[in-house]
C-alpha cells in the first residue's frame, strides 16, 4: 500500500476513536473559503471574470447571416477568402480597411472589385453614388495572385488617403516575409494585377452617339471590365501617399498589349485626386489613361518594366512633380534591366472627335533617369519620350538624362526622344520648354532627321528645328547633371532657366527638374527620397 493511502486511512481511524470517547467529536469535510469580510463582517465573494473576446477589425459588409468578414490570423493579419472577394463577387455596399495593430495585413486570395460592371445597353444602369472603399492610412493590403486586381467600378469610389508617416502600401504577399510562401521574394513579373479605377468621363473608345444616349461601354485591358461616359469632371474618389509595388500582370483574357499596369486610370474624371504616389517594378505600365482629365501630382515611378507613364484614348490631363528611374531589379539571383519610355504618349485609340479630341498633356517638372541596357521587357532600350498617334502634349521644367548604350554602338539608334510615324502628324502641338537633354543622343534616327510622313503637320523639319520652336531648351550630352544626392537637379550644370509661369492649374516652380534645387525638407523631397532608397535596396 502506498504511504499516502495509508495515512489517509490513519486519521480516519483516529477521528473515530476520538469520537467514541466522548461523543462531541465530528468529521467535518474540508472547505477552501475564498470569501472576503468587510468591516461589517458581511461575507462576499468575489467576481467572477470573463476575459473580453477578441475584435475582429477585418472588413466586412452585408448583415446578419448575410454578413460576411475576415478572418483574423495567428500573425495578427485579416484574411478574405474567395467567398468574401473574388473574380465573380461585385461588392455594392461600403467597405473599409482599416490600419491593422502591430504591422497585420489585409490579405486578398483573389480580386477585390467594388461597385457593379453595369452595360448600360441592357436594363443596367450606373449607381452613380456606389460604394466607397475607404483604406486607412498606414494600413498594408496584400494579393496572391496575378489575377487578384483591386478594381473601382463605374460610381463608385476610392479613398485610399495616407500621410507622409502613414503612408498606404498595395503590394504582393511575397513581399511580406511571413506570407511568402516560396520564399523567394517578391516578382517584378506580375505578382498580383494592380488598381484599375473605371470613370465615367471621355474616351476615344466610344462613339458621340454612344455617348449622347448613355450607351458608352469601353472594355478595359486585363479584365474587360466597363469604362467611360460624358462627364470629364467625374470624381472616383481619392489616392493618395500610398505606394503600389510588384503590380500589373498578364491579362485574364486577350493577348499581348491587353496587360493590367500597376495603376489603370480608364476616362477618370477630373474630380478625382492621385497625389504622392510611389510605384516600383511593375510589370507593365506605372500609370496609364485612356481618356479622361485627371490629374497627377508628385509621382514616382521606380523600374517598371514597361513604360512609367502611358497616356492614351483622349486624355485631357496635366501631371506635375513626376520622378522617374529606370534600373535593374533582381528576382532569384537574376539581375534583369527595366524601362521602356518614361512617357508614352499616344494621341488616340479609337473615334477621334469635337467631344473626344486627341490626348492633349501639359506636363511639368519631371526628372527621367534613363537606363543604358536594354529592356527585359522587349530588347529595346529606355527613352524619355515617345510621341505617337497624333499626340498633342507640352513639357516645361523637365531634366531628360540618358547615358548611351554599354552593350551596342554608340551610334546606335538609342536617343533620349523618338517620334512614331503617326507621332509626327501634331508635331507642332508638341514642344519641350525650359527643357534640359542630358542625353548621349537626342533623338532616335539622330538629330538631322526630318518629318518625313505625309501626314505630318512640319514637313521638312529636322528634330533639331523642332527642339527650337518650344523656349529656353539646352542640350548639354551625356554628362552629370544631378546633385550628389542624385534627386536635385545641378543648376550649375547648365544655363538653361525655368519657364517663367505654367500653364494654369499648376504650383508655380521655379526650377528644372521634379525637386526645388534647394530642398531637402519638404514632403515631396522626402517622398521621392523614401522611395530611391527603398528602389535602391531592393
Known amino acids: 500500500m502506498q504511504t499516502s493511502k495509508i495515512l489517509k486511512v490513519s486519521a480516519v481511524a483516529c477521528a473515530i476513536a476520538l469520537a467514541g470517547c466522548d461523543g462531541d467529536i ?84 483573389s480580386a477585390l472589385q467594388m461597385g457593379a460592371d453595369c452595360d448600360t445597353t441592357t436594363s443596367c444602369s450606373i449607381e452613380t453614388n456606389g460604394p466607397t472603399l475607404t483604406v486607412e492610412a498606414g494600413a498594408t493590403v496584400a494579393f496572391r495572385s496575378g489575377e487578384a486586381l483591386l478594381r473601382i467600378g463605374r460610381g463608385a469610389d476610392i479613398q485610399a488617403v495616407g500621410t507622409m508617416a502613414a503612408p498606404i502600401t498595395f503590394t504582393s504577399t511575397s513581399a511580406i516575409p511571413h506570407l511568402d510562401v516560396v520564399g523567394k521574394g517578391p516578382s517584378p513579373f506580375g505578382d498580383w494585377a494592380g488598381i484599375v479605377v473605371n470613370g465615367l468621363g471621355i474616351t476615344d473608345q466610344c462613339t458621340d452617339e454612344e455617348r449622347n444616349a448613355g450607351t458608352c461601354n469601353a472594355e478595359s485591358e486585363g479584365d474587360g471590365s466597363l469604362y467611360g461616359g460624358g462627364d470629364n469632371t467625374d470624381s472616383s474618389g481619392a489616392i493618395k501617399y500610398t505606394k503600389i509595388n510588384y503590380a500589373g500582370s498578364g491579362p485574364i483574357d486577350g493577348g499581348d498589349g491587353n496587360d493590367f499596369n500597376s495603376l489603370l486610370l480608364n476616362a477618370v474624371g477630373s474630380g478625382t485626386e492621385i497625389d504622392f504616389i510611389h510605384i516600383h517594378q511593375g510589370y507593365d505600365d506605372g500609370i496609364e489613361f485612356f481618356g479622361g482629365a485627371v490629374d497627377i501630382k508628385h509621382i514616382v515611378v521606380t523600374e517598371n518594366q514597361d513604360d512609367a507613364i502611358d497616356i492614351d484614348a483622349g486624355w485631357q490631363g ?178 538653361a532657366t525655368p519657364a517663367a509661369s505654367l500653364p494654369e492649374g499648376m504650383d508655380a516652380a521655379a526650377f528644372i527638374g521634379a525637386v526645388d534645387y534647394t530642398d531637402t525638407s519638404s514632403d515631396w523631397y522626402n517622398w521621392v527620397n523614401t522611395a530611391l532608397t527603398a528602389a535602391a535596396n531592393d
Not at 473580453?52 to 500573425?75: F, L
Not at 493579419?77 to 474567395?82: M, N, P, R
Open 26 to 109: 465530528k468529521v467535518q469535510p474540508t472547505v477552501n473559503d475564498n470569501s472576503v469580510n468587510d468591516s461589517n463582517n458581511t461575507i462576499t465573494n468575489p467576481p467572477t471574470t470573463t476575459p473580453d473576446p477578441v475584435e475582429n477589425i477585418c472588413a466586412s459588409y452585408g448583415e446578419g447571416d448575410d454578413m460576411k468578414q475576415g478572418t483574423v490570423t495567428a500573425d495578427g493579419d485579416c484574411s478574405y477568402g474567395l467567398s468574401f472577394a473574388s473574380k465573380s463577387i461585385e461588392i455594392t455596399e461600403d467597405l473599409t480597411l482599416a490600419s491593422l495593430p502591430n504591422g497585420g495585413v489585409h490579405i486578398f486570395e
Open 318 to 495: 496635366q501631371g506635375q512633380f513626376i520622378f522617374i528611374t529606370h534600373g535593374d531589379a533582381e528576382f532569384d539571383g537574376v539581375m534583369s534591366p527595366m524601362g521602356n519610355h518614361g512617357f508614352e504618349t499616344d494621341g488616340k485609340k479609337g473615334t477621334t472627335s469635337e467631344q473626344a479630341p486627341v490626348s492633349n498633356a501639359q506636363l511639368a517638372n519631371i526628372t527621367f533617369i534613363g537606363s543604358d541596357q536594354l529592356s527585359v521587357r522587349d530588347g529595346d532600350p529606355s527613352r524619355a519620350v515617345k510621341f505617337d498617334d497624333g499626340i498633342k502634349s507640352m513639357y516645361y521644367n523637365a531634366l531628360f538624362i540618358k547615358p548611351d548604350l554599354v552593350v551596342t554602338d554608340p551610334a546606335s539608334d538609342d536617343g533620349c526622344v523618338v517620334f512614331s510615324g503617326d507621332g509626327q502628324i501634331n508635331a507642332s502641338a508638341n514642344s519641350f520648354n525650359n527643357t534640359v537633354l542630358a542625353c548621349a543622343q537626342d533623338f532616335v534616327a539622330g538629330d538631322t532627321a526630318v518629318f518625313d510622313d505625309a501626314d505630318t503637320d512640319s514637313p521638312g523639319q529636322t528634330r533639331a528645328q523642332w527642339l527650337a520652336q518650344g523656349t529656353g531648351n539646352e542640350s548639354v550630352g551625356a554628362m552629370t547633371v544631378l546633385q550628389a544626392d542624385g534627386i536635385r537637379a545641378d543648376s550649375a550644370s547648365f544655363t
